[in-house]
């Protein structure tokens, strides 16, 4: 989408009205409802700014629908790197890819993304299963409690970061495996949400 400075004052107005509309009514206004917001009888006047807007990438019509005008939801996108074991530790996959991330989960936009396919079931009884996507922030430190990308020496894990004294620990969510002590870490990023597998 492009920015709003590509925006005149009068697409903004129709803009906001259309978006203002469907919030309080369910259903997009009609060309006459939009034609009567900027003042005219003239539904050529309104159509000329929804396609406008469409063409900007700030509306999106379904042609086969009637009042199916609708505004845009920017979408964000990180790379897909790979997969990354929460088993037995493997080496994310270098072959980055963009995957889009759900408006549902916030993420810092301070601070560089990305996403791990997860490989195994050890973080099972927290939500994390064999085949979903989870978006990591790249970070080089955490606290205790955290769940983390971890490069041990026997390669990259998905595990909570544990401190007791100077012991490190890094614990699965599945009572089927051992918690992990590692004598080298490296810590990657930080796990800030997930995208559900497809079933």
Avoid: C, W
């Avoid at 700030?58 to 979408?75: E, N, V």
């Amino acid at each position: 989408m492009q920015g709003s400075r590509n925006v005149t004052a009068q697409q903004k107005l129709v803009l906001d009205y259309i978006s203002s509309y469907l919030s309080q009514n369910g259903l997009s206004p009609t060309l006459r409802d939009i034609a009567a917001r900027l003042g005219t009888s003239n539904l050529s006047t309104a159509q000329y700014f929804v396609d406008r807007l469409v063409e900007k990438g700030f509306l999106k019509r379904d042609p086969h629908k009637s009042r199916a005008i609708t505004p845009r939801t920017p979408t964000r996108t990180v790379s897909l790197l790979g997969y990354i074991a929460a088993g037995k530790p493997i080496e994310p996959i270098e072959n980055p890819e963009p995957i889009e991330i759900p408006s549902s989960i916030q993420i810092d936009n301070g601070y560089p993304h990305y996403a791990l396919k997860i490989k195994g079931d050890s973080m099972m009884d927290m939500g994390i299963l064999n085949g979903d996507v989870v978006l990591i922030k790249h970070q080089l430190t955490a606290n205790s409690g955290d769940v983390i990308v971890a490069i041990t020496e026997k390669g990259a894990t998905l595990k909570v970061l544990k401190r007791l004294g100077n012991q490190i620990m890094l614990e699965p969510r599945n009572k089927d495996y051992p918690t992990m002590l590692p004598r080298q870490l490296e810590i990657r990023g930080k796990f800030v949400g997930l995208i559900r597998r497809e079933t």
